[in-house]
Every structure is written in C-alpha cells, then in structure tokens.
C-alpha cells in the first residue's frame, strides 16, 4: 500500500508543477540576425533564473525537473529578430554544463559539454517544452548552470552566439495572506455586536501569456493525440517516453489493468506497480 501511495505522491507533484507552469512565461524566441540568412538567436531575459519543483524521489536522489524556458519560433519578424524559414532544423550543442543537471528532448537527454540534440524543424507560432532535469541527493538546494549554442544544417545559417542560462531547485515563497480589519466602535444608539478580524484569501490574478500563440501546456497536464505506434513506457500515447507518461501510467494502474499504449513495461500482460516502478527509472535515472 505505501508503494502504491508514493506513486501518487509523485503524480501530485506532477500535477503541482504543471499547475506552476501555466502561469510563467519563460519563452525564447528563436530567430536570426538577417532575413533568411545570418546568425542563428535566442532572444530570452537570461538574468531569469528557472525555478526546478520535486518530480521523484528514488534511493535518495530527487529528481527536480522544469520545462521552462521553451524554445518557440515567432510568427512576426520585428526587423531585429527575422523569421526563419519553415522546416529550418534547429538543434542545440551543450558548450559547458554543471553535472547533475541535463535537458531532455524526446528521448534524447544532453549531460555533457559536446552533446547536441534537435529541437524541432521551425514552424511560425510553435513552440517546444524541454524537459530540464536537477539530480540532486534529498534536501539539498543548488544552483546550476548550462551554457548552449544553437546550430542548424540550412544554410546560409550559421550557430548562434553562445548563451547561458540558470537553473536551481529552491523553493517558491508563498506571498502572505492579507487581512482586513474592522473598526470595532459602533455607530452611535447601535447595538454592539461581537466582531472579528476576519482572514481574506487573495484571488490570484492569472499571468497572461507572452505569445498570442503560446498554449499554457505542462508537462503533466498536456492534451496528447493518440498514436498507433507502439513506444514501451508510451502511457499518454503521444509517441514518446517522457515526465508525461507518469501520471498517465499511474491513471492506468488505479483504474484498471488494461494494456494501453506502451503501460505495460515488463511485458507480463497486466499494468501493475512494476510497470510504473520501470517508468519512473526510465525516466529519472541518469
């Protein structure tokens, strides 16, 4: 039973994170320094520095995982950052990386200066999450720091400047409550009544997108269209093996014990907890 509840643990966490991620918008718009030519560029605030939440807790490791900042290709050229052309590859290079931390893209996972992986082929308006990932012993708070190039194989095209950007797995303060008070005296010939200091919960006001074109999408709530190939570990039928397919996995494992997609690891012919025991090593383990 306390295996079965950890996993839900982890998809509240899931959950958590995804509900965070709706309400940023830590985006770089990814363009070039002339039309339909140039330097490639990553235009993005990097003073940001991205905040990873708990995804999993295995052997006492946790892995802290975001999927902000994304990469998205604007649909406007402002005469600074120009459109690229449609179907232009983008990849990123790792040029220098603090170990612990990796970036995921599908099932492709960058740990190490050197290693480059696709980001997607440009079309205008679109965008790609990554998943960032943090490994870190339990309880322990950190900063890390990734530095990255883009490149592509279209020319004329060439990679991009070299950009750095700046992870930590630190908790959100939550801002305090405000309280509103009541004057106590009563108006004159009126009958007092007892009165309190009563607690007003603050109605959080929603975070605009940064793009008319950005879908507030996470990881662990993202709509999936179902695929009719079959990716082991594949829970969400999207295609890939990612965070997504957690809560999906688990969804599968509390209501029934169905095949679906690729939920069922072991290849036994029944979802159970070790299914999402391999899952979760699948996708968490360096």
């Known amino acids: 039973m306390y295996r079965f509840a950890k996993y839900f643990v982890a998809l509240g966490l899931l959950l958590l994170r995804a509900g965070e991620a709706s309400a940023h918008g830590d985006v770089m718009l990814v363009g070039s320094t002339q039309t339909n030519a140039g330097a490639l560029v990553a235009d993005y605030d990097y003073s940001i520095v991205s905040h990873a939440t ?34 232009t590859p983008i990849l990123i290079q790792i040029v220098t990386i603090d170990p612990g931390l990796a970036v ?24 790609v999450h990554p998943e960032w990932q943090i490994s870190l012993p339990d309880g322990v708070i950190a900063t890390f720091h990734v530095t990255f190039r883009l490149t592509t194989t279209t020319r004329p095209y060439t990679q991009s400047a070299v950009y750095e950007l700046v992870f930590d797995n630190a908790p959100v303060s939550a801002s305090p409550t405000p309280t509103a008070t009541i004057d106590p005296t009563p108006e004159p010939n009126a009958t007092a009544t007892p009165t309190a200091t009563p607690t007003l919960a603050a109605t ?30 594949d829970a969400n039928c999207d295609g890939t093996v990612s965070a997504a397919d957690l809560p999906a996995e688990v969804a599968v494992l509390a209501t029934t014990t169905i095949v679906r997609c690729g939920t069922d690891l072991d290849d036994n012919g029944v979802i159970d907890e070790q299914d999402v025991s391999l899952l979760i090593e699948g996708i968490f383990t360096p």
């Open 104 to 127: 995921r893209l599908g099932s492709t996972r960058l740990d190490a200066a050197g290693k480059s992986g696709k980001i997607g082929d440009v079309t205008a308006g679109d965008h």
């Open 54 to 87: 708990p995804s999993v807790s295995l052997g006492g490791t946790t892995i802290y995982t975001t999927i902000y900042p994304s990469f998205e290709w604007p649909s406007v050229d402002d005469g600074t950052l120009h459109l690229l052309k449609t179907g």
């Open 204 to 233: 959080p006001t929603p975070t605009p997108s940064p793009s008319s074109t950005k879908m507030a999408t996470a990881t662990a709530s993202a709509t999936t269209t179902p695929t009719t190939t079959f990716v082991r570990g």
